[in-house]
């Protein structure tokens, strides 16, 4: 019923915008961790989520969140890229989104990977408030730490005040041009009509609670107008990472956006060669405002209800796909959902050619941002896959016909024994990196080098 909480669907809440402009900083202050701080490259390449409680949200919110005024458990954050690469990570996390927050610098004001959240947002009807961040670094701040925006401003001299609303009639500016009437939040009735802009620093967390109060009534208003959502349905969700955990074997990191899954549950999960069948042998939940990516301490729990991050342990995982569907079987016919998940596959193909380069990557996410970044710079794809390198990827690099294609590109995996031997007696090249663009530099240079 309505009156348990745990019957309601928790909303997710993507946070969207260009590289750098300080989405992950953002949630590392909201949830009290240090998680940008530990990425390769400082930017972030993969989809994360963090389910952040009613409570902590009412906590950081202070005198502008009273807990008694929301049915709701809290709200799913879903942190995406903002390197340009990424696209097929950022719309994925779009359409997953209930909400969203649409992360500007509000001195870089709109850049082209905030044009293209703006029209994925668009495109997937979802309502979402602008954070215009770094409000700190206006020339003669005077720093307001946590405070409310409002009792901050009473704080700053004419000329900082007068500077930051220069930027942000910018930034209103630039939404009404890209269709959207906006101003500044206190401002706004109705935020599914009109976009909020809340001035915040994820530096000094000013700001920070008037965002989550904007969130909470913009989720509210959507749970009380939209959330007709079955929350006891088979669950459907998304698998984050493969990952090996001790006593369980290959497990899943899995955003569940839909439903519920229990232990027991038979699911379908994206394989790297056929999909998947298994059986839920334990579900475990990572701790409140802890981001699954770097969670090490989970609970196990019976079941769990959208939305939400859960590792899954079952047998034969191994082959399964990060960046891949997973659904749970009830009532449906196995091999009905089994179709679906393969469709729901092959929609996110990399496109190959004759001739070209091996890419291996880690996540279907980070195949495909390879294959973006490798279409830019004009290097056509032989095979892309997902996995650690193996010999027979050298015996394919091996066919390429040009010397600048006898080459395998490996984004965060790693090289399996039998390969090292495979690279060292055919001299096929490997270039490997954790940070995407660097690994297509590197490339490029050998490519320079060779063509000299
Ligand atoms: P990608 O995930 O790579 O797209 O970047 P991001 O949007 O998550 O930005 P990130 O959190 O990595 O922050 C980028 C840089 O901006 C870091 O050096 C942060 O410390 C800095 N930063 C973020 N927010 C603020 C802020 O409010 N004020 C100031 N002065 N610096 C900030
Ligand atoms: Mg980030
Ligand atoms: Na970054």
């Known amino acids: 019923s309505a009156a348990d909480p745990g019957a309601l669907r928790t909303p997710i809440v993507a946070v969207l915008g260009h590289v750098d402009h300080g989405k992950t900083t953002l949630l ?16 972030t390449q993969h989809i994360g989520a963090t389910a952040v409680p009613l409570e902590t949200i009412s906590e950081m919110a202070g005198a502008l969140v009273d807990p008694t005024d929301f049915d709701l458990p809290g709200l799913l954050f879903i942190d995406t890229p903002g390197h340009h690469s990424f696209s097929t990570l950022r719309s994925r996390g779009g359409a997953l989104a209930d909400i969203a927050v649409l992360v500007v610098d509000v001195n870089d004001g709109f850049q082209p990977q905030t044009e293209e959240a703006i029209s994925i947002l668009k495109r997937t009807g979802t309502p979402f408030v602008v954070a215009a961040n770094k409000i700190d670094t206006t020339p003669g701040w005077n720093p307001q730490e946590g405070e409310p925006i409002q009792k901050s401003l009473e704080k700053q001299s004419e000329r900082a005040t007068s500077r930051l609303n220069e930027n942000l009639y910018e930034l209103i500016g630039d939404l009404s041009s890209a269709g959207f009437s906006a101003d500044f939040y206190w401002r706004v009735q109705d935020f599914q009509s009109n976009i909020g802009v809340v001035p915040v620093s994820a530096m000094t967390m000013e700001g920070i609670p008037d965002l989550l109060t904007v969130l909470m009534g913009l989720s509210q208003r959507y749970m009380k107008e939209e959330m007709s959502i079955d929350v006891s349905g088979p669950g459907v969700g998304t698998v984050l990472e493969v990952k090996d955990e001790r006593g369980f074997g290959a497990t899943l990191d899995v955003v569940l956006y839909d439903g519920v899954v229990r232990e027991g549950d038979t699911i379908v999960v994206g394989g790297r060669d056929d999909p998947i ?99 830019e710079a004009e290097v056509p794809i032989l095979r892309a896959e997902v996995g650690d390198i193996a010999p027979r990827d050298v015996t394919v690099a091996q066919t390429a016909n040009e010397e600048k294609h006898q080459v395998i590109l490996g984004f965060n995996v790693d090289v399996l024994p039998d390969a090292e031997d495979a690279l060292d007696r055919t001299g096929v090249k490997l270039f490997d990196d954790d940070v995407i663009y660097q690994l297509v530099e590197e490339y490029d240079e050998y490519v320079e080098e060779l063509e000299r």
Not at 28 to 43: K, L, P
Not at 314 to 340: Q, W
């Open 28 to 43: 590392d202050r909201i949830r009290g961790s240090a998680v940008q701080e530990g990425e390769a490259g400082a930017i």
């Open 277 to 375: 069948v298994t059986e839920v042998r334990a579900l475990l939940q990572p701790r409140p405002n802890a981001e699954i990516r770097t969670e090490k301490r989970f609970e196990r729990v019976d079941e769990v209800r959208a939305a939400a991050g859960v590792k899954i342990a079952a047998p034969d995982l191994d082959e399964a796909m990060s960046g891949a569907p997973v659904r749970v079987v009830r009532g449906d016919d196995v091999d009905a959902v089994k179709e679906e998940v393969r469709k729901e596959l092959a929609k996110i193909e990399v496109d190959t050619a004759e001739d070209g380069v091996v890419v291996k990557a880690d996540t279907l996410g980070s195949l495909e941002a390879m294959a973006n970044a490798l279409e």
